[in-house]
């Protein structure tokens, strides 16, 4: 408990000194975090984008954080940063692919059937072979604890779609559970 | 197996349902072992996914991070610099606006001064020449003595800088001055004269305030 406090502590004063400019403190924050920006990434993108886009999460800290007014821990405000950053490269990849491939929606790649992966893979495969829109869901509401009506917003969606898609992309998990 | 309650499962575990929703999946999950069996399978992924444990990435990614944090403060050192360099403080930006449009104001008179074929007042309209130039004449005394005691205090190019504009003030004055002797009835001439004194008049005061602030 009392270690929680100070590393939180430790957290709020770096968070303040890299504000400043100081880049030594922000090492020390990108070393704290950058475990679980990088697996997030890497869960809602593709493995091969996860070390470009989390670099490019961190950047954008440090540029943004000036507008970091300590509201919320430093954590939970990077957190929504790398999601959001995440979502920004989806649409981009999204309006490239659409150049060529016709797009049926937010979450057109997403098959509305029940979706199958091989069983000989452990969970964290057989979630990283979902459909990018399902597996986006499943890792926002059930890894990262968000709400349907946050997840259409941030998607672009239905609340009523973020709902299938979850549970087909749990359907699909359920075979993979202890491999 | 797949009956019209598999697709509400995730929704019921999430406890998403409205009441009579749930008591008809509960009644029917008593009766349905296949339901019951894929609900405890769900239960397990919603477990297992919060299990997930994070992992380091293979590669140390600092460098680029700082590679990058670095050539940006570069870059904003380098615009602070541009823009330091081209930067005038608050009283050689004033002296140097009100320094354009006299000059501007002077130019429109040259154009459009009696004896070039446009008239500057109606023919016939008497205009009283100007009778408020001596007050202001000692309210700009003034403010010149409080300059003179102030520019200590400002630094040496924002005092060069306005008493160059003071000199074109005064010389526009002067020359407006000339020409209402020609021609004392000109509206142009006599609003033009008001106008320049208003502004000097302004400069002073705001360089005096700004003296007084430094």
Known sequence: MLEDTLTADSIAADSALAASGDASAFERLYRTHVARVHTLVRRMLDADEADDVTQDVFIRAWQKLSTFRGESAFGTWLHRLAVNVVLARRKNVGIERGRFIPDDGPLGNVSSKPVTLELSMDFEEALARLPEGARQVFVLHDVEGYRHDEIARLLGVVPGTSKSQLHHARMALRRHLER | ?214
């Open chain 2, 1 to 214: 197996m797949n009956d019209q309650w598999t697709n509400r499962l995730s929704e019921y575990l999430d406890g998403e349902l409205d009441s009579t929703e749930r008591g008809a999946l509960e009644a029917h999950l008593a009766t349905c072992g296949d339901c019951r069996l894929t609900l405890a399978e769900l239960r397990a992924v919603v477990a297992r996914a919060k299990a997930l444990e994070d992992a380091q990435p293979a590669t140390d990614l600092w460098s680029g991070i700082a590679g990058q944090i670095r050539r940006e403060h570069t870059l904003e050192r380098r615009d602070r610099l541009v823009r330091r360099r081209f930067s005038l403080t608050v009283g050689q930006l004033l002296a140097a606006s009100i320094a354009l449009v006299l000059l501007s104001g002077g130019g429109a008179w040259l154009a459009f001064k009696p004896g070039d074929g446009i008239a500057t007042s109606r023919p016939g309209t008497l205009i009283t020449p100007v009778s408020w130039t001596s007050g202001t004449d000692l309210a700009v005394s003034d403010l010149e003595d409080a300059l003179t005691r102030n520019e200590s205090r400002l630094d040496t190019a924002t005092v060069r800088v306005v008493r160059a504009n003071l000199a074109v003030i005064n010389r526009a004055i002067a020359e407006a001055r000339a020409a209402l002797q020609g021609d004392p009835g000109s509206t142009y001439l006599n609003l033009h004269l008001a106008n320049t004194m208003r502004r000097k008049v302004e400069l002073l005061r705001r360089v005096n305030a700004l003296a007084a602030e430094s």
